[in-house]
């Protein structure tokens, strides 16, 4: 798991004195000597540092973003990175002390008239609640934004002269779903297919890729999460292989087929493993605005594989 450095006891104050320690009310001092007390910023606080790296106007019509449970009020001391709400996952929260959780996929995401406990998502409300732990979503505005899922997949395959598949409508020019760069050089689909694996977690599905292994391959594009719908982008951007998660059988089948072989290739990967990859630049991002701001808050990225499937048989095994 990755924590900031916040961990340690006294550090350096964005106004150039010393921060004491939070949790021990240790006093520092500011730079014009003056006394001053190292402050957690409250939910509301957070939010407004989230808003500014990943804003919600970025965020697609049919998702639902921003603040599920939590009062703006309350003092978030320790933040949780997660890719996915689940029960595990508040479990290890609320056993470091976590008052707020930020997960980049939705715990309600269509509309409901209930959240009884008698439910899994019911349960996990009513846990927050009673343990007055926070939880926040940032998706498809944490997929748009600069340095969103995308940009992180993109910048850990090395790409270059980097641009968004499906440019956001309202955002700057380099926002946006998807993304699409160079190689630096050409190499193999075989290659690149296991280049693609190593920077992954390890999960039950590995990789799977659909072309000539020994084609060469430069253009890439690539969708952290579900990116099934961005074929047409793919396309028209020339992209010798697409990398994304969930391909379905008909959709990727259409794609191979139209391609009669040649490109764009497809290299299938897990959901959780595309998005895993942006918790830890996300929670640097997050710690660093707060820092400016002249909080302390201890942030880590969970330690669960939210990743649904546990084991994979294929052939000869």
Request: charged share 15%; proline share 6%; hydrophobic share 45%.
């Given at each position: 798991m990755e924590q900031n450095d916040h961990d340690a006891g006294v550090e350096a104050s964005p106004t150039g004195g010393t921060v004491g320690d939070e949790e021990?009310?240790?006093?520092?001092?500011?730079?014009?000597?003056?006394?001053?007390?190292?402050?957690?910023?409250?939910?509301g606080d957070v939010l407004l540092a989230i808003e500014e790296l990943w804003p919600e106007s970025l965020a697609e019509g049919w998702d639902a973003v921003g603040l599920v449970a939590g009062r703006s009020e309350n003092r978030v001391e320790k933040i949780l990175f997660t890719v996915d709400p689940t029960a595990e996952v508040l479990d290890e929260a609320l056993a470091w002390g976590a008052a707020m959780i930020v997960s980049h996929h939705p715990l309600l995401l269509r509309?409901?008239?209930?959240?009884a406990a008698t439910g899994?998502?019911?349960?996990?409300?009513?846990r927050l609640i009673e343990a007055g732990c926070a939880l926040v979503t940032v998706h498809t505005n944490g997929d748009s934004a600069v340095g969103g899922v995308s940009d992180?997949?993109?910048?850990?395959?090395?790409?270059?002269?980097?641009?968004?598949?499906?440019?956001?409508?309202d955002g700057l020019p380099e926002e946006g779903i998807g993304r699409v760069g160079n190689l630096g050089a050409p190499m193999a689909l075989g290659s690149f297919a296991e280049m693609v694996f190593s920077i992954l977690p390890a999960v039950?599905?590995?990789?799977?890729?659909?072309?000539?292994?020994?084609?060469l391959v430069r253009r890439i594009a690539v969708c952290g999460g579900a990116g099934d719908s961005l074929f047409d982008r793919v396309r028209s951007s020339q992209a010798d292989v697409y990398v994304t998660?969930?391909?379905?059988?008909?959709?990727?089948?259409?794609?191979r087929e139209?391609?009669?072989?040649?490109?764009?290739?497809?290299?299938?990967?897990?959901?959780?493993?595309?998005?895993?990859?942006?918790?830890?630049?996300?929670?640097?991002?997050?710690s660093n605005v707060l820092s400016d701001q002249g909080f302390v808050t201890d942030i880590r990225v969970s330690g669960v594989n939210t990743d649904p499937w546990d084991f994979v048989l294929t052939p000869g095994r």
């Open positions: 021990t009310g240790t006093a520092g001092t500011g730079a014009d000597g003056s006394a001053a007390v190292a402050v957690a910023p409250t939910v509309p409901v008239t209930s959240v899994f998502k019911g349960e996990v409300v009513h992180v997949l993109a910048d850990a395959l090395g790409l270059t002269d980097v641009e968004p598949l499906a440019p956001a409508a039950a599905g590995g990789v799977r890729v659909a072309g000539d292994k020994d084609a998660a969930d391909l379905r059988h008909h959709a990727a089948s259409e794609v139209a391609a009669s072989g040649g490109t764009p290739y497809l290299i299938d990967v897990s959901h959780f493993g595309s998005e895993w990859l942006w918790l830890t630049p996300a929670s640097d991002a997050l």
